[in-house]
């Protein structure tokens, strides 16, 4: 079960206590919200995209959409999300707990600096009724990320 290979990666941390499952679906931002009584802002999303080189997870303020342009003048290539047929082949995780930890080989991780207003976050933990309340220091450091980017734009 994916939910529990992420608590094993948190016990590293110490933080896989820290792992809140919920009675109700937190498949999507709304859901996430919802579940933890937050602002959807505050969920971090992971988004699942196709590379040369294999996937590129992107996590993402709930309340942010990823902007076609920064994208392709960073990475180089046009944003193109995993079809749902790939996604847990190649990220580990089924769509609904997509997350940034414990992730396949060939899959890179970057977070978003439109999660930085926050003091704290909330990534799935990979179940589509799982959550975990981190910095985005933490965010960073627990995912492995390869960089802060500026890759989306805000809902207006």
Do not use: H
């Amino acid at each position: 079960m994916s939910i529990e290979k992420v608590k094993n990666y948190f016990k590293q941390f110490g933080k896989q206590n820290d792992v809140l499952e919920f009675q109700t679906s937190s498949a999507t931002v709304e859901l996430a919200a919802n579940a933890l009584n937050t602002d959807s802002s505050r969920i971090a999303k992971t988004l699942s995209f196709k590379s040369k080189n294999g996937v590129v997870l992107v996590v993402a303020a709930g309340d942010a959409r990823v902007d076609n342009k920064k994208f392709k003048s960073y990475f180089g290539f046009k944003a193109k999300m995993l079809k749902p047929d790939e996604v847990e082949q190649l990220t580990g995780f089924k769509i609904g707990g997509v997350c940034p930890f414990a992730v396949n080989d060939g899959v890179t991780v970057y977070t978003d600096i439109s999660l930085k207003r926050f003091s704290t976050v909330f990534p799935a933990c990979g179940s589509s009724n799982s959550a975990i309340e981190l910095t985005c220091d933490e965010l960073f450091l627990f995912s492995k990320s390869f960089g802060w980017i500026d890759v989306c734009s805000l809902y207006e």
